[in-house]
């Protein structure tokens, strides 16, 4: 399904980053960064500007094709992994920064996924998230309107335990993030630490 979402010259979701995730990394010196179900590659490639070095991992190897010409074009350079979520591995205290933007998965595979990430993290590293809740079907400006596949704060502070949730809430705004992101949303934030000493 995702090859053939993004087999098209269009960034489907357009190619500047999350305005979430802008505001949320702003000041961080460069760091070692995971970007979750990256798609077209418009936060791995924002990020790279940064000077993070940052690695960007989907299941859509045409997805990820465009993110390597959206990096080219930017003059900035990614690494890029075709691997299925549900059997990633995330090697532990591994990253200074992981980013799950968008990335709606079935709840095993997030609550696998989610605590690998949490030990994932070097101490001190963050987690950041933006993700639609339940309160976004039926709205038709995007996501998944399927019921498993939505998030809550709830759940979200379970899946990420020994995390410090330093953002964390559930709130309507508006997206305009290419085509499929258009519109207001129902989403959930968070951004989590770990701690320094565990």
Known sequence: MWDQRYATDE???????????????????????????????RNAVYLASLGHEVLAVDASAVGLAKAQRLAAERGVQIVTEVADL???????????????????????????????????LRPGGRF?????????????????????????????????????????QELERALHEGRLHDGVGAVVQVVGLRPESV
Request: proline fraction near 7%; charged fraction near 15%; aromatic fraction near 8%.
């Open 11 to 41: 960034y489907v979701y357009g190619t500047k980053p999350n305005d979430f995730l802008l505001t949320a990394v702003a000041g961080l010196p460069p760091q070692r960064v995971l970007c979750l179900a990256e798609g077209e590659g």
């Open 86 to 120: 549900a059997t990633y591995a995330i090697a532990p205290d591994s990253f200074d920064l992981i980013v799950s933007i968008f990335c709606h998965l079935v709840p095993p595979v997030r609550q696998r996924l989610y605590r690998q990430a949490v030990l994932g």
């Open 128 to 168: 950041i998230l933006e993700a639609y809740t339940l309160q976004q079907i039926g709205r038709g400006t995007g996501g998944p309107q399927v019921p498993e596949l939505l998030y809550d704060l709830a759940t979200l502070r379970s899946d990420l335990a020994g995390l410090r949730l330093i953002h964390a």
